[in-house]
């Protein structure tokens, strides 16, 4: 072992401490390997991951699935060949430990550290550290979990936000046009009666004014006068009906 010969529960406690301020899980895992690395003269050590109550195969290190899945099945810390020495071991290994990591009261990962100096490599006291030290990454593995379901909630609160955002312009943009075609059928129902109240005077004038040109004699200035009425009474009547129409 490698833990300092000065102050040992002080090493244990520092690399404890290295292993909660991880904030992220990848890094909750490399502390917690760094520590075991460290403190237990581990020369190979690895996290990996627990699916369905399976370890994964993808990041099982090589000759390792029997002591993982004893692990696994055990629910706690199995050191080969002292606890089962039936269990195949890796080739040119001496030791391992492995021991899954909690999550919420499940074994989330497995952690996995060998040995080839001894049998005896992993003793008593590396039991006692190496549990510490898996109950430390297990609860900031749950720490990591929650700030990242925190992170997620933010996310998709940031994009309902955004979303109902957009909504709200939207509406915005309805009303204004709601409100248009309201003053735009305001003006057209006051153009409507304006019409209808020009056409008939309109109406009056071109009758009186064919009722004037019987009267006044051919030829006679006001005669012009007459027909000059009648063209600009009849061009405003036809508008009238036009915009009626």
Request: aromatic fraction near 2%; charged fraction near 20%.
């Amino acid at each position: 072992m490698t833990v300092s010969r000065h102050d040992p529960i002080g090493a244990v406690l520092a690399a404890g401490q290295r292993i909660t301020q991880a904030r992220l899980a990848e890094d909750v895992r490399a502390a917690l390997c760094d520590g075991v690395r460290g403190l237990l003269g581990a020369e190979r050590c690895a996290v990996v991951e627990v699916v369905g109550g399976e370890c994964l195969a993808a990041t099982e290190p090589p000759g390792s699935a029997a002591l993982l899945a004893a692990a696994v099945r055990s629910g706690h810390l199995v050191i080969w060949p002292a606890d089962d020495s039936t269990i195949a071991a890796p080739t040119a290994v001496r030791a391992a430990l492995c021991g899954p990591i909690p999550v919420h009261g499940r074994a989330a990962a497995v952690l996995y550290a060998t040995s080839s100096t001894g049998e005896a490599a992993f003793g008593d006291s590396a039991r006692a550290i190496a549990a510490f030290l898996i109950g430390v990454a297990g609860v900031a593995l749950e720490a990591a979990a929650a700030r990242e379901q925190v992170a997620e909630l933010e996310r998709q609160a940031r994009a309902q936000a955004a979303e109902f955002d957009d909504i709200q312009r939207q509406l915005g943009a309805l009303r204004e046009q709601l409100l248009h075609a309201g003053r735009m059928a305001a003006v057209g129902t006051l153009f409507a009666g304006l019409t209808h109240e020009l056409n008939n005077p309109l109406s009056v004038i071109v009758g009186n004014v064919d009722n004037l040109r019987t009267l006044a004699p051919a030829g006679e200035p006001i005669a012009r006068v007459i027909d000059a009425l009648d063209r600009q009474a009849t061009r405003a009547a036809r508008l009238v009906s036009a915009l009626l129409k």
